[in-house]
């Protein structure tokens, strides 16, 4: 079974990239640094010490922390920073660390699996940290490596996501707290296991394939196992990067984003959960390479069709008594809500405010802050009536974690035009150059899928 396995492991890549020139590759590899010297002062050297520093909720908070720390809040800055601090305060795992979970997994060292293997991290996680590689075939890798019993920390910790649930079931008396909470766990389980997030992200590869804008890093499945994922390694700009490049070339990043998620959500009724500064790759013109698919969420057809009946109801109706209809068929609010149509429609108008005038529409701090204080707003008359079920608990990462992305980008466009172009009840011709090359790659594999 060991010489299968090596055997396997020596033709990895070959289907992916088997003609890349190693000068190709060593020039991706050379051109994904870290950014800071790796300080090894407090190192991860034992399972014991990844239950130290991540356990007792540390772990499951810096999740939250980490979407706190990007995501436009009425906090007070100095506290949001304090998040980013957060996500960032695990140390690096110690060099002899990192080489027992590759003798665990593979009974070899990074040294003999890779042609060249960087011993220090270019990016550190929640649950592992990154390093980058060529493998033997001459092929820029990025390689995830878990921390060894993160899985068993951060599961033992979940059960403290009760007090979560009490907290909201105050806020929200009709919310289905139990649901919600049972849902950001599976979400935050599900990131543990890197073979479904080796899945998700062949699912994502397969289906932009070609795309003139969206990279999907090809997955190494010889090379990877349950504690560890390989991936092409991307190349671009990162996001702290790109924001010192002008707002023209800005506003082409946010579109090509803003095209991602949703016709992620309604082609491929998938939908990648965690828009993270970090996880994103910009190389000019609109092309971005879309990293980490630990925490994505499938949608089936009905899920998406009460999507679409919100929006039908919203922005393309106008009609009170139809969106009424709609979000109480998706459980987002009880029957028995005394409130008339047009306030509960008012209510709900913030959450789809960038497309529903047909104009230009610039995200920026102003409406997310608003929008994020309007989401908890534990005054307004429909609070007490309003539920969240499961399908909207990843779902409000949209309206939460994509838009402060694109207010801090200062995105700006008709989002109206280039949604319509997405939603498959409108289907509208292209309004943008970066419509027109998606139209292209659409038009190509209807034919490819007809031949």
């Known amino acids: 079974m060991r010489a299968k396995r090596m055997t396997q492991i020596a033709r990895a890549g070959s289907k992916l990239a088997s003609q890349t020139a190693l000068s190709r590759a060593r020039a991706i590899f050379t051109s994904q640094k870290r950014g800071e010297p790796v300080d090894r002062s407090r190192e991860i050297r034992s399972a014991q010490d990844v ?5 007792s909720m ?8 980490q979407m706190l720390s990007y995501v436009s809040t009425p906090l007070d800055a100095q506290v949001r920073e304090g998040f980013a601090a957060l996500q960032d305060s695990a140390p690096p795992m110690s060099k002899e660390l990192v080489e027992q979970v590759f ?3 593979f009974g070899l060292l990074p040294n003999d699996l890779y042609t060249e293997w960087d011993p220090d991290p270019i990016a550190s996680a929640s649950i592992g940290q990154v390093h980058r590689a060529i493998t033997h075939s001459g092929i820029a890798v990025a390689i995830k490596v878990q921390y060894p019993g993160i899985s068993e920390t951060l599961t033992a910790d979940l059960a403290n996501l009760r007090l979560v649930a009490r907290g909201f079931r ?3 008396p009709s919310m289905d707290t139990d649901s919600v909470v049972a849902e950001i766990a599976s979400k935050i389980t599900e990131e543990l296991d890197y073979v479904k997030e080796a899945r998700n992200q062949k699912t994502f590869y397969d289906f932009y394939r070609d795309h003139p804008l969206i990279k999907i890093p090809g997955v190494f499945d010889e090379l990877s196992t ?7 390694l991307g190349e671009g700009l990162r996001f702290n990067e790109l924001m010192s490049e002008d707002l023209a070339e800005r506003n082409l990043a946010g579109e090509t984003i803003f095209r991602f ?11 990648n959960g965690d828009p993270h500064p970090g996880n994103y790759l910009f190389d000019g013109g609109g092309k971005v390479t879309f990293l980490d698919f630990g925490l994505t969420k499938s949608f089936t057809p009905s899920e998406i069709e009460l999507f679409e009946s919100m929006i039908r109801a919203m922005v393309i109706d106008e009609s009170p008594a139809k969106f009424r209809g709609a979000i109480e068929r998706a459980g987002l609010l009880t029957s028995e809500c005394p409130l008339d149509d047009s306030t509960i429609y008012r209510h709900f108008e913030p959450f789809y405010e960038s497309v529903i005038s047909d ?13 994020f204080a309007h989401t908890f707003d534990q005054k307004a008359q429909i609070a007490r009536y309003l539920m969240v079920s499961p399908p909207f608990v990843v779902i409000q990462r949209i309206n939460l974690g994509l838009y402060s992305l694109l207010a801090s980008l200062g995105a700006s466009a008709n989002f109206r035009r280039i949604a319509e172009e997405i939603w498959p009840f409108v289907q509208r011709n292209p309004s943008t150059p970066l419509g027109e090359l998606e139209a292209s790659w659409l038009a190509e594999r209807r034919r490819s899928a007809q031949s």
């Open 58 to 65: 540390r772990g499951v908070m810096a999740k939250f922390g």
């Open 261 to 271: 998620v949703f016709r992620s959500l309604y082609q491929l009724r998938s939908f």
């Open 170 to 172: 105050f806020a929200f």
């Open 103 to 105: 003798l665990d997994e």
């Open 359 to 371: 104009g230009p529409f610039a995200f920026n701090d102003d409406y997310t802050t608003r929008l």
């Open 51 to 55: 239950a130290q520093e991540l356990g």
């Open 226 to 232: 349950s504690k560890v994922l390989v991936t092409e």
